[in-house]
């Protein structure tokens, strides 16, 4: 067997087996793109209140209750509050919390008031201290929020400043370079890892603040939890 057979023949299997190797491999890598997508998605809720609409994004996923923060000035419209999962059924939420100093309030959905198809498929946000701790200017955010037919949306821009303080909302904010349309305040802001790192409060035009993970995980810890 002459020299050129050999090599084509080289060839041939040196491209059969990164074909049967990158083949699943890409497989495996869209699958989890989408089912990071979805797990994302499954975070958020939509919120009404005396006939006020926001969003809200689930903290904890426990037993017996669905506990979710959103914002105090949502909260403050009214005493019944209707809560839509993704997937788009909706529940009574009860009130648990709301604060007097920030922006911020907790609901609790009872677990067994949900059906078994919600609870599989809502997850609670995932966050860390230090993923927050190493954000920095022109990051790039993703406000992720819940419309009232249950479907999600995206949007995408970049961070300005993690810790500014904003005498409109009278807070330290996490403040960032991204459009705010009407009904996605209480909305998460994640990293593009998917880690949550606020909730938004308000925005105008292309800029947006965010109440910081740390401030509501304090408030959490401290009130609800």
């Known amino acids: 067997m002459n020299r050129k057979i050999i090599k084509k023949c080289f060839i041939l299997v040196l491209n059969l087996i990164v074909i049967l190797f990158l083949v699943p491999f890409l497989v495996y890598v869209i699958n989890k793109s989408d089912l ?8 958020a809720v939509y919120v009404e209140a005396g006939g006020y ?3 809200g994004s689930i903290i904890k996923k426990g037993k017996d209750d669905i506990v979710i923060v959103t914002t105090k000035h949502l909260l403050d419209k009214g005493n019944h509050v209707d809560v839509t999962f993704w997937g788009a059924e909706t529940k009574e ?3 648990v919390y709301v ?6 309030g907790f609901i609790k959905v009872p677990t067994d008031s949900l059906s078994d198809k919600t609870y599989q498929n809502i997850s609670s946000i995932k966050y860390r201290k230090s993923v927050y701790k190493i954000l920095k200017q022109d990051n790039i955010m ?3 929020w819940l419309n009232m037919e249950g479907s999600c949306d995206i949007k995408k821009g970049r961070i300005g400043n993690p810790s ?3 005498e409109e909302f009278h807070d330290d904010m996490l ?3 991204c459009s705010a349309n009407a009904g996605m305040s209480g909305c998460g802001a994640f990293t593009v890892n998917n880690y949550y790192i606020g909730m938004l409060i308000g925005g105008y035009d292309n800029e947006s603040a965010c109440l910081p993970l740390p401030t509501i995980l304090k408030i959490y810890k401290d009130e609800v939890s």
């Open 142 to 144: 993703q406000y992720i």
């Open 99 to 104: 604060s007097e100093n920030h922006d911020i």
């Open 53 to 55: 609409h926001g969003n």
């Open 164 to 166: 500014w303080y904003v």
């Open 175 to 177: 403040y960032n370079y």
């Open 36 to 43: 990071e997508s979805k797990n994302i998605y499954s975070t």
């Open 93 to 95: 939420g009860n009130i």
